[in-house]
């Protein structure tokens, strides 16, 4: 539960010594603080600190309405969304009010009618954070009545006259009052409806059909856009454009280290202690495997290739894994290599290829899946001694593994195999990971290396794999 202040009228709120601010200026405040104490701004962003995040708080600052440009699953909704983690932790209004009026300065016809009625008394509510952020995905069909408002036909029918203020029905934007608005993928939103923001950015003020109605919105409005949306699906308009105080540009991350953290912050694999064990070497080919496929020139470098993307790889890897500890009775499930082909032909549909390559589509993942793993082998094992391993196949001995072949049958026919321990903490299994799945998820790892470094051979039939000299 969280506990609002105590003030419940006018007369409380100035006793207490409440100073309004605007929400620019607590957001601006409140940034300095974080900054100054060294705390957390934007918890959960993942690979913008030294890009996005100082032309953020440049923008936050300056004061600023923002459009956040870039690709999709770059995390602009996300990012836009702890913007609102900046505000007051509570905020106080006018009880009742639709938009949110802040005691001090009551702007609707119906606060300023109560505040002439009640005086000190005027009822004072408090508002939380987390209840002061509001969003609308910018679809073809959304009006102007949805954004700003229009005329409500029941208070009409209630016996108000037209014309009347209060018969208004307001939108989005105004019921987010005093917090912050998002409008994500501006462009898809028709130019006549981009025009019915200009106010809201310039004059701070809302126009309902002939109304004669102003009210001084106090509003921070992020937007977001895909740069290829400028010529496809459609463009901001010039004079919106020039209104936003700051257009910053996303990315994807940078280096392999920012796309190892946001798998693993972000992929689910522990579903009520029903997930899987997922290997750092495995995240790592995961990782690597994004990386490879976004640099493909097989893939439509302006579509882009979501983070979403290796989030869903992990999750479906760690996925086939408790599907094989059902089937087989494992106790543990623990993640393998023979997990990582099953990806291929479940995110095919997530990326977008260029034209030229139609039909070779599940060809170049797999291609691009064998070269990461290879690179993390490489990191990983490469300079490791692995002969114990290579002897086991002098005489001729076949290793049978696959997604329904159990860790402890996978041991079993590969027999005792020297030095297994340097193996795991090769590829950074820890005293911690001393399971029978873990003990094969690194053998099998280091089978696959062998063979994709070409020591030893494979067959792979229907994800049957066959290592054999």
Request: aromatic share 4%; with cysteine; charged share 30%.
């Amino acid at each position: 539960m969280h506990q609002t202040p105590g003030a419940r009228t006018l007369r409380e709120l100035r006793e207490s010594g409440h100073v309004h601010r605007t929400v620019k200026a607590e957001i601006r405040e409140n940034l300095l603080a974080r900054l100054r104490a060294g705390e957390a701004r934007f918890p959960g962003i993942v690979g913008f600190e030294d890009t996005v995040l100082p032309r953020l708080e440049r923008a936050l600052i300056a004061g600023h309405d923002v459009v956040l440009l870039g690709e999709r699953g770059q995390g602009k909704t996300r990012l836009i969304r702890t913007v609102a983690g900046l505000l007051d932790e509570w905020s106080p209004v006018i009880r009742g009010c639709e938009i949110n009026d802040h005691p001090y300065a009551p702007a609707c016809v119906r606060c300023l009618r109560l505040a002439e009625e009640h005086g000190d008394d005027l009822p004072v509510a408090w508002r939380h954070r987390s209840l002061r952020y509001g969003e609308k995905l910018a679809t073809p069909d959304t009006s102007v009545g949805d954004l700003i408002g229009d005329v409500d036909p029941i208070k009409i029918a209630e016996g108000r006259t037209l014309g009347d203020p209060e018969t208004v029905h307001y939108g989005l934007i105004p019921r987010c009052n005093r917090g912050v608005f998002s409008v994500n993928e501006l462009p898809d939103l028709a130019e006549r409806i981009q025009v019915s923001l200009l106010n809201v950015l310039e004059e701070r003020d809302v126009q309902v059909r002939g109304y004669s109605l102003r009210l001084p919105l106090d509003i921070l409005l992020i937007a977001s856009a895909n740069p290829e949306d400028y010529t496809n699906r459609g463009r901001i308009i010039t004079p919106l454009k020039d209104r936003f105080g700051a257009e910053i540009r996303t990315h994807y991350p940078l280096d392999l280290d920012a796309e190892l953290r946001l798998i693993r912050q972000e992929a689910r694999v522990d579903w009520d202690g029903l997930g899987a064990d997922l290997p750092g070497h495995l995240v790592d080919v995961i990782a690597r495997f994004t990386r490879l496929v976004r640099d493909s020139t097989a893939v439509d470098a302006r579509s882009g290739v979501s983070a979403r993307f290796a989030v869903a790889a992990a999750e479906t890897t760690a996925a086939s894994a408790v599907r094989r500890a059902a089937l087989a009775g494992e106790e543990r499930a623990v993640a393998r290599i023979c997990d990582l082909p099953g990806i291929v032909h479940t995110l095919r549909g997530k990326v977008e290829f260029e034209v030229s390559e139609e039909g070779r589509e599940t060809e170049i993942l797999s291609h691009l899946l064998r070269r990461a793993t290879a690179e993390t082998f490489r990191a990983t094992l490469g300079g490791m001694e692995l002969t114990p391993l290579l002897d086991k196949f002098n005489d001729g001995t076949l290793v049978e593994s696959g997604d329904l072949v159990a860790a402890g049958e996978l041991l079993r026919r590969i027999g005792a195999v020297a030095g297994l321990s340097k193996i795991m903490q090769g590829v950074g299994m820890g005293d911690g990971d001393e399971s029978p799945g873990h003990a094969a998820a690194a053998v099998e790892f280091a089978l696959e290396g062998l063979y994709l470094t070409r020591r030893i051979s494979k067959d792979d039939v229907d994800g049957v794999m066959i290592y054999r000299t």
